[in-house]
């Protein structure tokens, strides 16, 4: 009972619903765990990427504001008034009240036109201040070694940072040289800058960017600037995690720092971590659901599927069992599916034959249809390949592909000369072998273009001397594999049929003037043609002792024997004798 309730769930439908369940989690789990990786890696990057050109689109408006700071000052350093008044200053002429007066109105004009400005204050090179009006000293001012710094940057704009006096002000100084005087020192110029001026909220780059990222400016000593985080940040404490991930409260941030190349002053951006995860939780939702939703319809169109592979199966099951019963009956049913209805169909053709083999000799029947499609077999008919290609050549021919048509030509007749079976044609006259081997030629350069030429020397006497068929092509395939092919430069084939230095014979030869060979491997060449064979498949030596094999088959050992001479980079000859008054002697 246990055995049967296992046969029941071990039916094709089951395997073929599980093969696909199990096909479908495998692939599925391949594509989310790829997918999953990549994207998850593609958004991590993308927002990191955000970050960083929002911390350097950050930087460089920060920088461009400084500089049009810079730009104002440089305005007032070279105005003619205050170069004027500072020039009498550094003659000893010291400015008049009225004089003191008329500065400040040129200064307060630039006040006028510029934003985040407190004060502009200019002074003398002995520290003392000309405007405001008020008498003041540079040095009771700023420290000392700020005053220096300005002096050691020649007429630059220095930016010291947070007031020591006044907390919500930053600090500029400027040397002013005097151009009449050829930039001789002639006093200081002093901006005194409110950090709502550095405000950083107008520094995202996009509606996300203020949403999520906070950003704080610090001065070189680490003062803080301008912020638009809300929370306490200890300097250090980030300084010290730069590009890493810092948690301030009870929320978690990555810090992105970028310094500013006209003060020295850092950038802080803070990103919440949730932020560059936010991409990678919804991709994993959407993973998990699309895989859900893919694993249900997969399994319903398996379930489906598998029902209607099976069902037309176990109705011809059915069909069959029921021939134990009698004779033989087709099976009605249909599918929609091909493959099952040519099943059904191929059944009831083999019911069909069956009843009509059992109501006749059935052993007979059988011998017959064996015996005839051996029969069939045995008469194929290779007169269709020619005649296919003889189409092929007028098809050529009438659209002007000569070319093309003569390598079809030499083909037809190729296949022709090798595929003929009669035994009267086992023997040919050179010259048909001459006229195959220069249709392998013909194809040959097809392929080799202009690597390839050859050249047939024979006498029309010696054209008559018959020959075993296929002695000379395989020469010359050998001449083109390891002699022609093996040079970059043209090669050329030499055919020569010339009577023999011995009395009665004829001479035929086939020459390259390839790379030719050393005394070691020619050695191993002659060996393998007085074997009949070659140890590599792949080695020169598989033709030649062939063809050596065969010159000893037709002829006695006295009459056919090939030879070879070949020397390293002077090419290659292969030649042997044959005799002239026909067949020779069998061995």
């Given amino acids: 009972m246990k055995r049967l309730s296992l046969n029941r769930w071990n039916t094709l439908r089951n395997q073929i619903l599980l093969g696909f369940m199990l096909v479908m989690v495998i692939v599925l789990a391949l594509v989310v765990f790829f997918v999953y990786n990549k994207v998850s890696v593609l958004l991590r990057n993308t927002a990191e990427r955000h970050i960083e050109q929002t911390a350097v689109q950050a930087a460089g408006k920060l920088d461009a504001s400084l500089k049009q700071v810079d730009t104002l000052t440089a305005q007032i350093a070279t105005n003619a008034t205050v170069q004027r008044f500072l020039t009498y200053e550094v003659e000893g002429q010291p400015i008049t009240f009225s004089e003191r007066q008329l500065l400040q109105q040129e200064v307060r004009k630039y006040e006028a036109y510029a934003t985040g400005i407190r004060s502009l204050e200019i002074y003398t090179t002995d520290y003392q201040r000309l405007s405001p009006l008020d008498d003041g000293s540079l040095a009771s001012r700023v420290p ?41 020192h002639g006093g200081y110029l002093l901006v005194r800058m409110e950090k709502s001026y550095f405000d950083l909220d107008g520094h995202s780059t996009s509606d996300l960017g203020r949403n999520r990222e906070s950003m704080l400016l610090y001065d070189q000593v680490g003062h803080m600037l301008a912020s638009n985080f809300t929370g306490e940040v200890d300097f250090d404490y980030i300084l010290q995690r730069e590009g890493e991930m810092v948690t301030l409260g009870k929320q978690d941030y990555i810090s992105v720092h970028k310094q500013s190349t006209a003060t020295g002053w850092r950038v802080v951006m803070l990103t919440p971590v949730d932020y560059t995860t936010e991409g990678i939780s919804v991709l994993r939702t959407s993973v998990l659901v699309s ?49 099952i209805n040519e099943l059904n169909n191929t059944y009831n053709q083999m019911v069909g034959s069956l009843n009509e083999l059992i109501e006749v000799v059935y052993q007979k029947e ?222």
């Fill in 291 to 339: 895989g859900i939703v893919g694993a249900l319809l997969f399994l319903v169109l398996s379930l489906i599927l598998s029902t209607m592979i099976t069902r037309p199966i176990l109705q011809l099951i059915k069909a069959m069992r029921g021939a134990r019963f009698g004779t033989l009956k087709p099976n009605q049913a249909t599918s929609s599916t091909m493959e």
């Fill in 144 to 184: 000392r070694e700020w005053i220096e710094l300005a002096d050691s940057v020649q007429g630059q704009l220095c930016w010291f940072g947070q007031d020591a006096q006044e907390k919500d002000l930053v600090i500029a100084l400027r040397r002013i040289r005097l151009v009449d005087q050829s930039f001789a």
């Fill in 366 to 587: 059988i011998i017959q249809s064996r015996t005839e499609l051996k029969a069939l077999q045995a008469q194929i008919n290779p007169h269709f390949l020619f005649n296919t290609l003889e189409a092929f050549y007028w098809a050529l021919e009438e659209k002007g592909e000569e070319e093309l048509a003569q390598v079809v030509v030499a083909m037809s007749g190729l296949f022709r000369y090798v595929i003929n079976r009669k035994d009267e044609d086992e023997w040919v006259t050179i010259g048909d072998e001459l006229e195959h081997a220069e249709r392998y030629l013909t194809i040959m350069k097809m392929r080799l273009l202009d690597r390839l030429t050859w050249r047939i020397e024979a006498e029309d006497d010696s054209r008559k001397i018959l020959i075993p068929k296929l002695l000379i092509q395989p020469l010359v395939e050998n001449a083109i594999l390891h002699g022609v092919e093996q040079k970059l430069e043209p090669g050329t084939i030499i055919l020569r049929v010339v009577p023999s230095s011995r009395l009665g014979y004829t001479t035929i030869s086939v020459t390259d003037d390839g790379p030719g060979m050393d005394e070691g491997k020619l050695a191993s060449l002659h060996l393998a043609i007085e074997r009949g064979h070659s140890e590599s498949a792949k080695g020169s030596g598989v033709g030649l002792a062939n063809v050596g094999r065969r010159i000893r088959l037709y002829y006695a050992a006295a009459q056919g024997e090939i030879k070879v001479n070949s020397e390293k980079g002077s090419g290659t000859t292969v030649s042997f004798d044959i005799p002239n008054h026909g067949k020779g002697e069998a061995k």
